[in-house]
């Protein structure tokens, strides 16, 4: 998988979380470091080339997203379910700009409902994907991925 | 003279991100009308004098598209413009729901500037319309 294709997904989620979340995330060189219980958000995507996209983070992560989308100052009140879908959405506009920025934007892509499940972060670093990029978004690990089925 | 908008998405996080975003836009809003879906954001057209429509594509019970044939049919179309938001960016999509009476297409994450623009382009005339984009 090509070092471009790494940056324009880097650069896709990095631009939608400090659009949409008000957010900045940082690159680090360590391997991806999220622990305990995680969020994982997913979406398919078929056009020139068929694919996944996937967004990892912790709860706490997903719930700023939230308090910062709505400009809400007190966190406690976000339901899991507003964090599942802040993750939800944030992984679907991911994947209209990265595959806007692979494919460009003549032809339609079509989206599968992007989709959010809990598991242990032990769990999704045994999922298999072509490109990881373990972020960091204001204290909080972050890791995004993608595989190209065809 | 304050605009009653509606937004149609089934998540709730973006229609309280569109309910912000239209605040933080300056523009005189009288209400802002919520769906969940192309069903209920009918319903609501029925019951309220809505100005402009802000909708997704993918919802559950009807989508954007079918919400937007049914406009058609009711002859809502002319009156009341629909803006289509989503993350998909695609000019084909944009030209397919351009044609089914789609006024404009806003990519997905909106920002406060675009939908100002949008709602002064299609609701404001004239000098009216130089003063809202002027604020």
Redesign the interface.
Same mark, same amino acid.
Do not use: H, W, Y
């Given at each position: 998988m090509s070092k471009e294709v790494e940056e324009k997904l880097r650069e896709s989620v990095s631009e939608?979380l400090e659009? %949409?979340a008000f957010m900045f995330t940082e690159d680090i060189s360590a391997e991806d470091n999220l622990t305990g219980e995680i969020l994982l958000g997913s979406i398919f995507f078929t056009g020139p080339q068929s694919g996944i996209i996937d967004i990892a983070a912790p709860e706490s992560l997903c719930r700023e997203m939230?308090g910062n989308?709505?400009?809400l100052d007190d966190e406690s009140c976000i339901a899991i379910e507003?964090c599942e879908? !802040?993750l *939800?959405?944030i992984v679907?506009?991911v994947?209209? *700009?990265f595959?806007?920025d692979m494919y460009g934007?003549? *032809? !339609?892509?079509d %989206?599968s409902?992007p989709s959010v499940v809990r598991l242990d972060s032990g769990k999704w670093k045994e999922k298999v994907r072509w490109v990881y990029i373990p972020m960091e978004v204001e204290g909080h690990a972050l890791c995004a991925a993608l595989e190209i089925v065809s | 003279m304050g605009y009653n908008i509606l937004v149609v998405d089934d &998540?709730? +996080? +973006?229609r309280?991100?569109m309910r912000?975003t239209l605040e933080l836009t300056g523009l005189e809003i009288e209400t802002i009308f919520e769906a969940k879906n192309g069903q209920e954001g009918l319903d609501q057209l029925e019951k309220n004098n809505v100005h402009i429509v802000f909708a997704d594509i993918?919802m559950p019970v009807m989508t954007g598209v079918e919400m937007v044939n049914e406009m058609f049919l009711k002859s809502l179309l002319p009156k009341i413009p629909v803006v289509i938001i &989503? &993350?998909? /960016? &695609?000019?084909? /999509?944009q030209a397919?729901l351009k044609e089914k009476g789609v006024r404009a297409y806003l990519?997905?994450?909106i920002?406060p500037e675009n939908v100002k623009k949008i709602t002064c382009d299609l609701l404001e005339l004239g000098e009216q319309r130089k003063e809202c984009l002027n604020e």
């Open positions: 939608i659009q %949409f939230v989308t709505l400009g507003d879908n !802040a *939800k959405e679907n506009m994947c209209g *700009k595959t806007e934007n003549e *032809k !339609a892509i %989206f409902i | &998540s709730p +996080i +973006i309280g991100f912000k993918n &989503s &993350s998909d /960016r &695609s000019l084909e /999509r397919q990519k997905k994450p920002t």
